[in-house]
């Protein structure tokens, strides 16, 4: 089991984050963490940033600091590898507040996922190997209220502490399986996130579960309500979801209430949510009611062909993933699939223009991918 190193430092001015910059660009390892707000907040934005060595953890406050650019060199220089778990949301996050890149990640997560490891949550694994517990409602906590409990303080640690050894027993099982080529291509494709804020879609109802399945003048009314639900978020600063949800808005959307009344005994419209929204929810359906219908956006379909090469190619995965003892894509993501049934490549080195197709990968599976492709055709030969 790891030691525990001291007390994390608390890192809340200009001058103390200069000094940990420095001390953390000397070490050739750090595990990074952020904590957000995403379940408080209407825009979410990060509130804690954790950094930690094989001695010591800090815990960075971008409340507190209004420039965080002397971090942008240290998670940019390719000397130092940054040990995450689960790294594409800190990535997103990081990239989208900051515009920071990182680069030479070690992601402990799609470590495990490439070895077959039957769990990968960080905590599972922590108590796995040294029985090390972590408080899970911490991942519900609003990370951007101030003083942080020690409670708190602790569980952003641990996110971080024990991510070196950790990296330190996949490395050796990666290199000693012959994946570790495998994984580090997988690293770095999730450095290439894009971190672009999220801008609201009105189109967007049409992603709530069952809205396609309404009839025309029922999804006219939904949009309004989400219109509606989306005004009232942002002027709250809520994420939507806690001004209404969405099954409650598809139930409106199907009982069409002209008073008030009407909302009664609806899923979410308890008696106080009925005198919060009752007047905005009406006059969202009225306007429903009075406008024209929205019609389905219809994303361009697949032929019968690009479909079965699809389907082939899916099920070659699979047998592949099942002798491996591993998820289906981490032998080929679903983007880099479909690209090459769309594609229809006639040989190995045609897969060369796939950008979602990795070298690694191209290298390992190409030959087999064409041989798949080759028998649904009909064609024989070498490939």
Excluded at 181 to 199: D, K, P, S, Y
Excluded at 232 to 250: M, N, Q, S, W, Y
Excluded at 323 to 344: C, Y
Aim: with cysteine; glycine share 6%; aromatic share 8%.
């Amino acid at each position: 089991m790891p030691d525990s190193p001291p007390r994390p430092v608390w890192v809340a001015s200009k001058r103390d984050l200069s000094t940990v910059v420095d001390r953390l660009a000397a070490e050739p390892a750090l595990a990074v963490d952020t904590e957000s707000n995403s379940l408080f907040a209407y825009r979410e934005r990060i509130c804690l940033i954790q950094f930690s060595t094989r001695t010591a953890d800090y815990l960075i406050d971008p409340l507190a600091l209004k420039d965080l650019s002397p971090l942008d060199a240290l998670l940019a220089d390719p000397r130092i590898e940054k040990i995450f778990h689960a790294c594409e949301y800190d990535l997103i996050c990081l990239r989208r507040d900051y515009g920071f890149r990182v680069v030479n990640v070690f992601d402990t997560m799609i470590a495990a996922r490439t070895l077959g490891w039957p769990k990968m949550g960080l905590a599972t694994i922590l108590e796995g190997l040294w029985g090390l517990k972590t408080n899970k409602r911490y991942q519900r906590a609003d990370w951007s209220r101030r003083p942080l409990s020690p409670e708190q303080l602790l569980y952003a640690c641990l996110d971080t502490r024990h991510l070196l050894p950790l990296r330190d027993l996949l490395y050796d099982e990666l290199k000693s399986g012959d994946r570790l080529e495998e994984a580090r291509e997988e690293f770095e494709r999730l450095t290439q996130v894009n971190g672009a804020t999220a801008i609201f879609d009105p189109e967007g109802f049409w992603r709530i579960n069952g809205a396609r399945d309404l009839a025309p003048r029922e999804a006219a009314i939904l949009r309004e309500l989400y219109l509606y639900r989306e005004k009232v978020a942002e002027r709250a600063d809520k994420p939507p979801f806690k001004v209404i949800g969405e099954d409650t808005l598809i139930a409106i959307a199907r009982r069409q209430p002209r008073e008030a009344k009407d909302l009664q005994g609806l899923p979410g419209m308890s008696e106080g949510q009925i005198k919060r929204h009752q007047q905005g929810l009406l006059k969202a359906v009225q306007r429903g009611l009075a406008t024209t219908t929205p019609r389905p956006p219809q994303h361009g379909r697949s032929d019968e062909a690009t479909l079965a090469r699809y389907e082939a190619l899916r099920t070659w995965r699979k047998k592949k993933a099942q002798s491996r003892g591993v998820e289906s894509d981490v032998i080929v993501p679903r983007d880099a699939l479909w690209a090459i049934a769309q594609a229809n490549p006639k040989t190995a080195d045609d897969l060369t223009g796939i950008g979602e197709l990795g070298p690694w990968r191209r290298d390992k599976y190409g030959e087999e991918m064409m041989t798949v492709l080759a028998v649904l055709n009909g064609v024989s030969g070498n490939h």
